[in-house]
């Protein structure tokens, strides 16, 4: 986009005259985005800040300031001290168990989703656009509304309280936008290929397994991100469907935060929150533009 | 041959079928029957456990006489309004500045947009430390000499909901920028042209021409935003845990604390029931333009 758009600048079919680097126009545009940098960058800065200062240096200076002496003490105690409750071995339980529920949650969710989206896109049968509507719907449906019934279904299945069952909730959660995102493009292939490998003797699992999969894997990588950031994200069901012991880093990390107990240690808190942010952060910074096409399929209804 | 074909119909596309199993249970049990099982139990007395003893609609009474729930509602729909029209505003102008042709544009976008890869319990807590009284904006300004300034609205009954908001416009304003831009960038260079030649003011063109063009966009965003904004909780719990007092409740937590914390278990389902129903007021009028505009196209 940006190589284009240089090349119409040199062509110069476009914008009346040269460009002036300093004209009014430009401060104002300039200065706009750059304020606005201030405002998004400013959280980010502060955690990172207050996370090195000693509790002294907080409490005589102001949070703006940078460090004047760095100390990586509130990291190590965010990750191996801070206490919840009566368990005082920090975030690390948290990280470990976020881990344990995310590798399965998204690995069973993309591998069902993708099938239902190559089932739809190739296989329609009678009906499977009433069950796909509903899907998209129950998108909307607020959570609040099905978050009980599921306990119960978890308690009979034996589920409840275990990481397994959480990770039931993120696959059958993380289904609707996960199943439109494969559908949409899966329907995008040439229709061709499809046929063809049909003529050649495939079934249902060749087609998938040698074409589609193969031919998909970009839209595999952003079904990954959009499933990781958000598993890792997730609040509510890990409070909801696990027992403290293996509750995911944002509880965890929630309940270090905000206990009523003891002083308040600020820069062990940011600390903590720098770090349950951080693999977000990575991968966002990662994939770049990839990020984007996730969460715009999000968007884009087919 | 007979007996043959008969089953053949069903068992056509077998396979399909077998694969679709998650897929139709999460539709039909988990969409369906929980949402159904959750507002038929919305008309019991069910309080630790869930009993079909049948009150009618006593539980809706008691949730509007319900201080706590009035607060709740009145939060959502100011967080709401004001949301939706800061996200709206902040996001277009963003996008627009950005489709300026500037220089560093991808690393603008990249700050624009990160908080959105950060969970709501991250964005609470950095914006608890940042609006903190004693240490934060508040002291700071007051360290520079003004001593009278202050600010502080996650201690205020008053203002706690606006400070929440300025976390929650901080966490999502980015996607929207992203789905505006994106936008724009649909929009054709004749367009642009086109009203250059006519001498049309630059403000103007956005205002007359580009805005109406981008009319599906805003109503994505529209909805994204509203459907966001029902689901509000972790930010309140991370950010003020509904306080000061109940200033900052907001109904899904009202939910979460009925069901898991007071064994109300009646009073969350009539709760959450509440809550879908003003999402479906949202969603049926939008789904019905966006199936009845497409029929109407092809």
Known sequence: ?302 | MDTYKRPSQLFRNMSAKIASIPMVMTALVIFVGCTVWTITYSFTGSRLLPKLKWVGMKQYDRLFDTNRWVISIDNIIIYGICSLILSLTIGFILAALLDRKIRFENTFRSIFLYPFALSFIVTGLVWQWILNPQFGIQHVVREAGFLSFSFAPLQSNEYVIFGVLIAGIWQGSGLIMALMLAGLRGIDEDIWKATRIDGIPLWKTYIVVIIPMMRPVFVTALVLIASGIVRVYDLIVAQTNGGPGISSEVPAKYVYDKMFLSQNLGQGFAASTVMLLTVLVILIPWAYLEFGGRKQNG
């Not at chain 1, 996370?51 to 990586?72: C, D, H, Q, W, Y």
């Not at chain 1, 995008?188 to 499809?194: A, I």
């Open chain 1, 1 to 302: 986009m940006a190589d284009t758009d240089m090349a119409t600048d040199f062509t110069g079919d476009h914008g009346p005259k040269p460009k002036k680097s300093i004209s009014g126009r430009n401060i104002m545009l300039y200065g706009t985005l750059i304020v606005f940098a201030i405002y998004y960058l400013l959280p980010l800065y502060v955690m990172v800040v207050t996370s090195l200062k000693g509790m002294p240096e907080i409490r005589l200076g102001n949070i703006f300031a940078p460090p004047v002496e760095i100390t990586f003490q509130p990291w190590v105690k965010a990750w191996s001290e801070a206490c919840t409750g009566l368990n005082c071995d920090g975030l690390s339980r948290g990280f470990f168990n976020s881990v344990k529920i995310l590798i399965p949650s998204v690995a069973i969710s993309i591998v069902i989703a993708s099938i239902n989206g190559y089932a739809l896109a190739n296989w329609r049968f009678k009906g499977a656009d009433v069950f796909f509507t509903i899907l998209i719907f129950g998108a909307f449906i607020p959570y609040q509304v099905m978050i009980y019934p599921i306990v119960i279904i978890l308690r009979e299945m034996g589920l409840y309280g275990s990481i397994w069952g959480l990770v039931m909730v993120h696959t059958i959660f993380g289904m609707p936008i996960l199943t439109l995102l494969f559908r949409n493009y899966f329907t995008s292939l040439p229709q061709e290929l499809f046929k063809a490998a049909r003529v050649d003797g495939a079934g249902f699992w060749g087609v998938f397994f040698k074409i589609m999969v193969p031919m998909s894997l970009p839209i595999f990588v952003v079904a990954m991100i959009l499933q990781v950031t958000g598993i890792w994200n997730d609040f509510l069901f890990g409070v909801i469907y696990t027992k403290p012991a293996s509750y995911p880093m944002t509880v965890q990390l929630n309940n270090i935060v905000n206990s009523v107990q003891g002083v308040k240690e600020y820069n062990v808190n940011m600390a903590a929150t720098i770090l349950t942010g951080l693999v977000p952060l990575v991968i966002y910074f990662v994939s770049g533009k990839l990020f984007v096409r996730g969460i715009a399929a999000g968007a884009v209804k087919g």
